[in-house]
Each structure stands twice: as structure tokens, then as C-alpha cells.
């Protein structure tokens, strides 16, 4: 693990001694430093950043208004304000602040600042790992580690895991969304991937159309066209067309073709 380190006061001589300090301490990289508040927001918003001593008394704006500007733009790392003066801890901690240190620096004081600051972010990390997890599995339905196959005298798989799919992981303006699969009126293929369409908005799917199926309850969703699935409940009307194919009626007034392919199974399951 790396820790990149920024550091940010008006006086050289203390940005030495805290440069000296932090070099010393396991997984630390300074990656910059800055001499005025303004120079330090124009470096960060190029250099990235996991953690920023910060002094608060600077030659331009203080350090409490890096913070807000940082947290403003969406980027803040995490924040050690590091100053001569004690008067303004409150106002730090506002912004989440890992600790405040005070000039002159004591050794012990920033290793156990620093145990802290590696405490945080491996437990960030493992969040992160998690939450990759947790979309591998929603978008592809499978976790993102190889999983090793059981030995013979494992335990059956869960039958509950067999069943379909309540909810169906969808992706939106690059959010992922959990769709309820009952609200799914159709669902459709735009390239090699599948999209649903749930109360008149379209949703993209990490799935293919077939995928898709396999995983929807066979009892509500029905195949009527190699590029659509019909939820059967949301069916209005059934129209008869041309050379045996059907078009059906959703209950927002959609219209779906059944190719004549499909058309003798579809009326067999609906039972016409």
C-alpha cells in the first residue's frame, strides 16, 4: 500500500521538518507540496492525492478554505491540519478531519496520527473491494474472484439461488439501479445487450437478451421475437398481423411483435 502524502504550508522550514518526519513512516509517498492555498488547489486538482497536512495560517486564503473549496469540487482527501494555533480545531473537524496537529511537531504524536490515517484508508480499500464485489456479482451474477469448484462431498448448491431474480441490476446516466422484474414491461437488445423498459424509461443491462430470460420467472416473461421478452402481465390486447404474427398491446400502449416463430408456443402458454 501506498500512501500519497501532500503537504501544504507557507513556511520552507516546516515543510522540511514535516517532509523528514513523514518519509520515515511505513507506506508514506509525498507526491507534492504547496506554499500558499492557491497553489496547493491548483496542484491538487491535477495530482491526486490520499492524504494533505494542512496548515491553516497561509500567505493567501487559509487552509480551512483549501478544504471547502477541495470539498466543494468533490476531491477531498483525507485532511490533517497541522498549525501553531488551537483555536481553530472545531472549525476543522467540519470537514472530517483526521486529527489536528500542532507546531512544533511531536514524533509520536504523527506516528500515531499516521497508524490512524493507514487504518482508514485499508479499511476504504476494503470497502471498495467489497462494493466491486457486490456490482460483479448484481451486473454478471457471478462474484469478481474465481470461485473454486465444490468437491464431491460439498453440500448441494442452495435451491433458492435456481430461483428468478426479484430484481435485476440496470445501469442509468452511470448509476446502477436494482429493478423490480415485475415492472419490467419489456425487454429488448440494443448491440449485444439487453435493455428493459420499466414505467416508459429505458434501462441498459450488462446481460444479453438471453441471459436475461434465464433469469426472469419463465410463468411472467415470454420470448414472442428474437429481440423481444413480453411481460405477459402487462398485455392488453393481441392483435392478429400478417403471415401468422401477432402484435400485443401493452398496458401503456407499446407495441410488441410476436414473429410467427414464437407465435403457436406464445398462444399455447397463454392458453388461446
Known sequence: MVIRTFIVDDEAPARRELRFLLESLPDCQIVGDAASGEEALEKLRSLPADVIFLDIHLGDIDGLQVARTLSEEGHLPLIVFATAFDHYALQAFEFHAIDYLLKP???RRLTSTWQAIRQRIQNQANLQQK???????LLHGQPSRPVEAPSPSAPAPNPVSAQPLERIA???NGKILLVSAENIRYATVEGRKAVVQVNGERYELHLTLQELEERLDPQLFFRVHRA???????????VP?????????????SEIPVSRHYAK???EHLGI
Open 170 to 172: 440496470a445501469q442509468k
Open 131 to 137: 462494493i466491486d464485489e457486490l456490482k460483479q456479482w
Open 241 to 253: 398481423w400478417f403471415n401468422g404474427s401477432y402484435n400485443v398491446i401493452l398496458d401503456d400502449r
Open 228 to 238: 423481444y421478452l413480453v411481460n405477459i402481465s402487462k398485455i392488453r390486447e393481441i
Open 105 to 107: 511537531f511531536d514524533p
Open 265 to 267: 408456443e406464445f398462444k
